[in-house]
């Protein structure tokens, strides 16, 4: 089977010849001097969703000019950066600061920081999405039997969350009610209406959204997820459906008593699929509970890599393929970190080798039918 035909059986609630196995390897673990071997597995071996750009939502749905400007700086300490998106409906702004000695930075300063952001984006009109439709193709192409091409999925709430200063936003669902309805009314009708456009003119086809995570516990309960995410998520999603259409969501954390709303309000797939200490998920039990309904990945703990031992990362790999592959509808994936070009310099040697522990066992134990007893 080519890697896409082994993602789209899976898909398709069926037992493939093995197990597909997801991996995504940065540019900075590709060069690592260490990681011939890995890259030799993951170009033979691995199935993965490949990113195909083509969508164009500019600043929630408008059209921006980004600036970036230096506003303060102390050399060998820090540098403060604001950030700058100008749009037809005004500026809006943010503030970060960035550490000397790391790759992280923090947040001082939100886009969206005040209800008057809030109410702006919540009242404008905005042009209908744009989509480039040469590069979406020229990126089909390009992925071709290796996987199965897939478009980001906007998701207006899961990017105002972010975009936010949290602790301001997480009152106006209680607080501004009003506003962040028509702000979701608003938005989700227009993502709605352009991806609905474009499926009809046979553009698109696989969606992926991150958003989530920040709308379950420990953020959301079951009452705010049923305001504010299901009803506008299901209205999406079922356009998405009407055309053939597929969504998967990315999600880490808790959503293991999410599962059948996520697949009421019209989810295909969904990843990591966390088990305890960093989510709630046991895939056994989630298998029981949706599989057949969507398609489930996960749930290796790849962010405890740079300090398990391969016989540790062989027993995730045996148990998750245990608990959900039989009969299909199941892919072998990380828990999300494990490959980021954010890792430490001294925890990419273990987190190689144990990668290549990681597929080499879900070779080992993912073949098709799966061993009783596994």
């Known amino acids: 089977m080519t890697h896409k035909e082994r993602l789209e059986t899976a898909w398709s609630y069926r037992e493939a010849d093995r197990v597909p196995i997801e991996l995504g390897l940065s540019a900075r673990y590709r060069a690592h001097p260490l990681a011939g ?16 750009n083509g969508p164009v939502y500019g600043f929630f749905g ?44 923090h947040w001082e300063k939100r886009y969206i920081a005040t209800i008057d952001d809030l109410r702006r984006l919540a009242e404008a009109k905005r042009p209908p999405l744009q989509w480039d439709v040469a590069v979406w193709r020229e990126g089909v192409a390009a992925v071709g039997e290796s996987g199965i091409p897939a478009s980001l999925l906007f998701h207006p709430l899961g990017v105002l969350v972010r975009q936010s200063a949290m602790e301001e936003m997480y009152t106006w669902f209680y607080d501004e009610r009003e506003t962040v309805h028509r702000f979701l009314a608003n938005m989700n009708g227009w993502v709605a209406d352009g991806i609905g456009s474009l499926l009809a003119a046979g553009v698109g086809g696989v969606f992926l959204t991150y958003a989530h995570e920040m709308l379950i516990p420990p953020w959301f309960g079951a009452a705010l997820f049923d305001e504010f995410v299901f009803p506008y998520d299901q209205a999406v999603n079922a356009v998405i459906h009407r055309h053939g259409g597929r969504i998967r969501a990315h999600c880490h954390g808790r959503c293991g008593d999410f599962l059948e709303r996520f697949v009421e309000m019209g989810i295909d797939a969904t990843e990591p699929l966390e088990h305890t200490p960093a989510g709630n998920t046991d895939l056994a039990d989630a298998k029981r509970r949706v599989g057949g309904r969507m398609l489930l990945s996960g749930n290796v703990c790849s962010e405890m890599f740079y300090r398990m031992t391969a016989d540790e990362v062989r027993a995730e790999v045996k148990a998750a393929i245990a608990a959900a592959a039989p009969g299909g509808g199941f892919t072998l994936a990380l828990s999300g970190a494990g490959t980021d070009d954010d890792d430490l310099d001294e925890f990419m040697p273990p987190v190689i080798k144990n990668c290549e522990v990681y597929i080499e066992a879900g070779l080992e134990y993912g073949g098709y039918p799966i061993k009783q007893g596994l």
């Open 37 to 52: 071997r890995l890259v030799q597995l993951v170009d033979e071996y691995v199935d993965n969703f490949h990113w195909v």
């Open 62 to 105: 408008f059209p921006a000019e980004y600036f970036e400007e230096v506003i303060e700086e102390r050399p060998g300490e820090f540098r403060r950066l604001r950030h700058t998106q100008r749009t037809p409906i005004g500026d809006f702004t943010a503030i970060t600061l960035h550490p000397a000695d790391s790759r992280d930075y």
